[in-house]
């Protein structure tokens, strides 16, 4: 009964059971999210679905992230939840590539301005919510993933759904139920990755998983195996699931303490190129026209997402290592204005793309990389990265994310003061309402 | 280029080159699905989504049909939807077990009032929606649905974002993005089939569907191949599927003119079934207490689907065999009463059902079935079905989808003069605003 068992392990769970890391990472992950989603609140695909839900969207009652406009709490965890995740700039969830905050943080914030709850009561909902989904996403990966589904929206649905229950109360049976509602809108395809459509998907992930929980609040029955069951979210999206990891320990390791943070605004297969590239040009720069070529070498998943040499937009070179590795040469950094529409088509950018090429090595993981630059004259100079910066051994410091926030909140929402909303969700275990705390996060 | 060939016949096509008997189909179609929708409207499962989404619907611009409430044209695209196929008493595409009206003529009712359209241009995206809807069904059946996924739902959106990127005159590049934002929210499983979350499923569809079309006209982008890419639907969600035919014959065969109606509020693999009773129980009526078993044998579908001895609630009934059958003979009927949750827990029905098993046998369609009566003196009643009241080659007549109607209008909303409403839907073609015509399906 695995539906009940996560069902019932969420109503169950207390605060005060919580461990002290786990708390804090908590706010780590909330932290970058709420960075994220700032950074994103003026991208095109944000602004564009911002203003096709406005007409529709009351009360308004909710905050959009680094926006004017306020929203009904379904519409604004549709929206944040997209910003929060536009740049692929939010954290990530090793092994399933889940970026599990985008979900999950965005309903919580929005339900919380149209239903009172502290700090507290967030981030425990946040912590259980995180843990459904990416559970769920340990039992059915790497299948999943690799057959083309965005593991993101499919499973964040349920982690908003768990999430949500959590901070409505709801007893066993509801929770099942709101689980069962959640199975029922699990969506998201990759072939949308690289384009505006990859944030609907996940925008839907927010706000089905907060309506599947105000249905189930309201008497909308589900089925009783929305999980495992013979047609249901396991066996029909998951290959051969692991269904016993999925309770294993339920309450004792928790999947948020293995949550990363991405330096760079892009897939976190490219984060140990980028820091690769930004080594070797430290040590000696040359420039671009004295090089002949540029390889780089990883695991698997880097070809088979990153080695795209041909794009046009900023979206589509966010998973391209050809455009990360000339922007990171000739630039000596790699943020969000190195991913933008114009970077991408600069003529020097262009020129050097050219010479990159992707390989795959043996030993790599996900978080190493090794980049190997061939210069006209025959020289060769080359950089292994074991522990990319922000991976799991490498880990981005409080500090770091305080930085990243700013960085972003400056890019997304020029002119807006980010200090206070900073210290506000460092405190947020603190804060008496969660709601006024992200009210903060309005901008103009 | 399948999502390109499929965007450009939805923009390319014209009201003129619509057969006239293509035309009738869609008001059959039409008028069928209103008047589930009238039946369904005051269900628990639609009452309980209407009363979650009414805080936060807003402008109240549409029709919920059968009720008082008006919401925004997104949630009366759900709601309706949900209503129209609550009690799988809508139609049936032959094939795929695709319900096609549901997703597809509620958004563009709903939307036809803020929105303002002719009935002609609301006849006409249907068919278009439909067709789309269809040859997706088509080309990843059996597969998909037998894997678990609830076809109606996963295909619906798709042709909810034709029909609705029809009506906005999206162009080519427009419609293809309505296409991929659809993608994005392709989803439903069978696991939720005889519980409520079904309808949450089916109500997302037209919802999803319709904004999808909203998010392209606003330049929301999608991918190039949302439909035949490697990571996009067929691949996905498709098993084996069938490419070339999705677009054979474009705009020469159309899929509406195999639409099927059903003569009784259940999973259409019970239709010959009920017929087959019914006959029996004309040709020679015998007190249940005389009856020592009655076998049901049909199509492999019969059994997956409806093998339920053991139901407890109206919904889960509409899949059981055995109750269908317990109804039929003890009540002469399997109208919507007969499925009430009163009817299940009834002692008589509880003890017939006990005697009834399902089995499989070769030569039957899923039209068809053979139902062999066992009596306590040893007598054998039998009786087989070839081509169930509804099916292909034995429709219903105009009238009698007219009767069905009035008797579901009568259902779900008890004093509601069904005359006017279903006159208009007879004469939708000729209508200068759809609006007005679905804004006589309001109740109280």
Chains 1, 2 share one sequence.
Not at 133 to 158: D, M, Q
Not at 159 to 175: F, P, Q
Not at 198 to 219: D, E, H, M, Y
Not at 249 to 272: A, D, I, S
């Amino acid at each position: 009964m695995i539906s009940r068992s996560l069902s019932r392990f969420v109503v169950d769970s207390q605060w005060r059971d919580m461990p002290e890391a786990l708390r804090h990472e908590a706010k780590r992950s909330v932290v970058n999210v709420i960075g994220t989603a700032l950074g994103g609140s003026s991208d095109d695909a944000t602004r564009r679905a911002a203003e096709t839900l406005a007409p529709f969207s009351s009360p308004a009652e909710s905050t959009v992230i680094g926006r004017r406009e306020q929203m009904s709490c379904l519409d604004a965890a549709f929206t944040n939840a997209l910003a929060g995740n536009v740049f692929d700039f939010d954290d990530t969830h090793p092994g399933t590539i889940i970026h599990p905050s985008a979900p999950v943080a965005p309903p919580l914030f929005a339900f919380a301005q149209r239903h009172s709850m502290t700090g507290a009561k967030l981030l425990h909902a946040f912590i259980l919510g995180v843990e459904i989904e990416c559970r769920l996403g340990n039992a059915i990966s790497p299948f999943h993933y690799k057959k083309g589904w965005h593991i993101t929206a499919t499973c964040g649905v349920f982690g908003a759904a768990a999430a949500i229950g959590k901070v409505l109360g709801l007893d066993e049976t509801r929770m099942l139920w709101a689980l069962g509602n959640a199975s029922a809108q699990s969506c998201g395809l990759v072939e949308t990755l690289g384009t505006m459509a990859k944030s609907i998907g996940v925008g839907q992930s927010a706000r089905g998983g907060l309506l599947a929980a105000l249905l189930a609040q309201n008497g909308v029955e589900g089925p009783e195996l929305p999980v495992e069951g013979p047609r249901g979210f396991l066996q029909v999206m998951g290959g051969e699931p692991d269904f016993d990891g999925l309770t294993e320990g339920l309450g004792q390791r928790w999947e948020l303490l293995r949550n990363t943070y991405k330096p760079y605004p892009c897939g976190v297969v490219l984060n140990p190129v980028i820091d690769a590239v930004l080594a070797l040009r430290e040590q000696n720069f040359v420039p671009p026209e004295r090089i002949a070529g540029i390889r780089v070498l990883g695991h698997p998943l880097l070809g088979e997402r990153a080695d795209r040499p041909a794009v046009t937009t900023g979206r589509e070179a966010q998973v391209s290592a050809q455009h990360a590795v000339a922007v990171a040469w000739l630039d000596g950094r790699a943020g969000v204005t190195e991913f933008s529409d114009a970077r991408v088509r600069a003529a020097d950018v262009l020129a050097l793309r050219s010479k990159v090429s992707v390989g795959q090595a043996a030993g790599h993981t996900v978080d190493g990389a090794r980049v190997e630059i061939t210069l006209s004259n025959g020289g060769v100079l080359d950089h292994v990265v074991d522990a990319a910066r922000g991976s799991t051994d490498n880990p981005l410091s409080d500090a770091e994310i305080s930085e990243k926030f700013r960085t972003l909140a400056a890019h997304g929402c020029p002119g807006f003061d980010p200090e206070p909303l900073l210290t506000a969700l460092w405190g947020l275990d603190e804060a008496l309402d969660a709601g006024s705390v992200i009210a903060m996060a309005a901008s103009g």
